[in-house]
C-alpha cells in the first residue's frame, strides 16, 4: 500500500543501527548498560500512585473525560504556574491538558501552519518539533545550537526573507540533548523578534523542574511572552511519570483556543483519574521533586567528574538529566556510539540523530543508578581509543 506523501517525508529512523545493535548485544547475553533513553529508572512517588488507585474507583471517571480537561486539573496547572513563576493564566481559557506533551507538540503545528510556512527548529533537538512542521506541511529551518553559543541559537543569523514567511519559533529550555538553560536576555530577544515578524513561539518546557541549581525560566516571567508565545509542560519527568501521560499546554489565549480545537478532533482527552493524580502531583510539587532531584544530581555529579577525568569534554548541566559530550576526535557520532556498544555494552546515543548540528557529540542519559553509572564508567575506561 502507498503511503501517504506526508509520511514519505519522514526520514528514517536515525537509531535504528543503534537499536540493532543493542537487540544484538542482548541476544548474545551481554550485560548492556542502556543510558540512551530519557526515561527515569524510579517509580513514580507513592503518594501520587495512591491518589490514581482511589481515583480508579470513581465511576463519573469510567466515562469520557473532559476534551480540554477537567476543570479541577487546569486550575491546578493555573496555580502551580502562579506558585512557581508568578504568572496568572485563565484555567479555563488558557490551559488545556495533554496526553504528554509530546501530543501537543506534534499537533499544535496543525492549528497555526499552513504549507509554505516557514517553522525555525533548533538543532540539534527533541525530533517532534521538525516532524511535526513536516506532517503539518510546514518547511522547517534549523537553528544551530553550537557549544561556542552555550547552546542558544543565534537567532540575528536567520535571513530577513526566512522570517518573514516564520510561522512558529520552536525552544526548548533545559534543553534535551544538550542540557542548556535559556537566559533572561534571550528569551526578550526571541519575544521582540516575534512580535516584529509576527510569529508564534512555542516553548517546550518539559524539563522545566529536572534542575539542580538556578530555577529554569518559564518564558511567561519575561514581558510580552503572552502576545505570543505558547508553552508545553509535561508531568512525564518532573514526578517520573513518562508512562501515565499528563502534560499540559499554556499561554496566549487564541494559541491555546488553536491547539484545543485540533485536539477535540483528534483525541478525547486524558483519563480523569490520570488528571486527579496529576492535579494532585502539582499541588505538591515543592514536597514530592525534591528528593528525586537529588537523586540525579548525585548521578550527575558523579558522571560529568568521571567523565572529565577520562578526558571527555562537556559542560556541567544545571538542569535535564543528559550528559552532552564531545566525542573523542577521529570518530563520527555514530562510529564512536558503535564502537562503545559494540566493545563495552554500553547504549549512548550519537549526537547526529538529534540533527545534523548534533554531528561531534553523544548523548548521556542518567536514568541508571549510581552503581551500574559507577561500571559504566570502569567499562569506557578501558575503551581503546
Ligand atoms: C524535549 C522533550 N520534550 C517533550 C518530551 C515529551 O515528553 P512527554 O510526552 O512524556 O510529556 C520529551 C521526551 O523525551 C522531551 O525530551
Known amino acids: 500500500m502507498e503511503l501517504a506523501e506526508r509520511l514519505k517525508k519522514i526520514p528514517p529512523y536515525l537509531f535504528v543501527e543503534i537499536d540493532r545493535l543493542k537487540s544484538e548485544k542482548l541476544k548474545e547475553g551481554a550485560e548492556v548498560i542502556d543510558l540512551g533513553i530519557g526515561d527515569p529508572d524510579i517509580p513514580t512517588p507513592a503518594e501520587i500512585v495512591e491518589v490514581a488507585k482511589r481515583a480508579l474507583e470513581k465511576a463519573e471517571y469510567h466515562r469520557y473525560p473532559s476534551n480540554p480537561g477537567s476543570i479541577f486539573y487546569r486550575k491546578a496547572c493555573a496555580e502551580y504556574m502562579k506558585r512557581r513563576f508568578d504568572v496568572e493564566f485563565d484555567p479555563e481559557a488558557e490551559i488545556v491538558a495533554l496526553i504528554g506533551s509530546k501530543e501537543g507538540i506534534a499537533h499544535f503545528p496543525l492549528a497555526f501552519v499552513n504549507s509554505g510556512d516557514v517553522v525555525l527548529c533548533p538543532d540539534p533537538a527533541y525530533p517532534v518539533y521538525h516532524l511535526g512542521t513536516l506532517i503539518s506541511g510546514g518547511t522547517p529551518y534549523y537553528l544551530p545550537l553550537t557549544w561556542e553559543r552555550d547552546f542558544l541559537p543565534d537567532l540575528t543569523s536567520v535571513p530577513k526573507n526566512i522570517l518573514e ?26 519575544i521582540a523578534l516575534a512580535k516584529k515578524y509576527h510569529f508564534i513561539i512555542a516553548h517546550d518546557a518539559a524539563y522545566i523542574e529536572q534542575y539542580f541549581e538556578e530555577k529554569p525560566l518559564s518564558i511567561f516571567e519575561i514581558d510580552g511572552a503572552k502576545e505570543v508565545a505558547i508553552e508545553f509542560h509535561s508531568l512525564s519527568k518532573t514526578f517520573c511519570m513518562t508512562g501515565w501521560r499528563i ?30 493524580a496529576g492535579a494532585y502531583a502539582l499541588s505538591k510539587i515543592e514536597n514530592l521533586v525534591p528528593p528525586l532531584r537529588r ?30 559530550a564531545k566525542v573523542p576526535a577521529n570518530y563520527t557520532s555514530g562510529e564512536f556510539c558503535k564502537k562503545v556498544l559494540q566493545e563495552l555494552a554500553i547504549v549512548i546515543t550519537p549526537g547526529k540523530g538529534f540533527g545534523e548540528s548534533g554531528e561531534g557529540y553523544f548523548r548521556i542519559a542518567l536514568t541508571v543508578g549510581i552503581e551500574r553509572l559507577k561500571e559504566a564508567v570502569k567499562r569506557l575506561a578501558t575503551l581503546n581509543l
Open 165 to 190: 514567511k516564520t510561522k512558529i519559533l520552536w525552544l526548548n529550555y533545559p534543553n534535551n540533548p544538550t542540557g542548556a538553560m535559556a537566559t533572561r536576555e534571550f528569551f526578550k530577544e526571541a
Open 295 to 324: 537523586v540525579f544530581q548525585e548521578r550527575r555529579d558523579f558522571l560529568y567528574e568521571a567523565l572529565r577525568k577520562l578526558g571527555y569534554e562537556l559542560k556541567k548541566p544545571s538542569a535535564t538529566f543528559y550528559l552532552w
Open 247 to 276: 502534560g499540559f499546554a499554556v499561554g496566549n489565549r487564541e494559541l491555546v483556543q488553536g491547539l484545543a480545537k485540533i485536539k477535540s478532533n483528534m483525541d478525547s482527552g486524558v483519563f480523569t483519574a490520570i488528571q486527579e
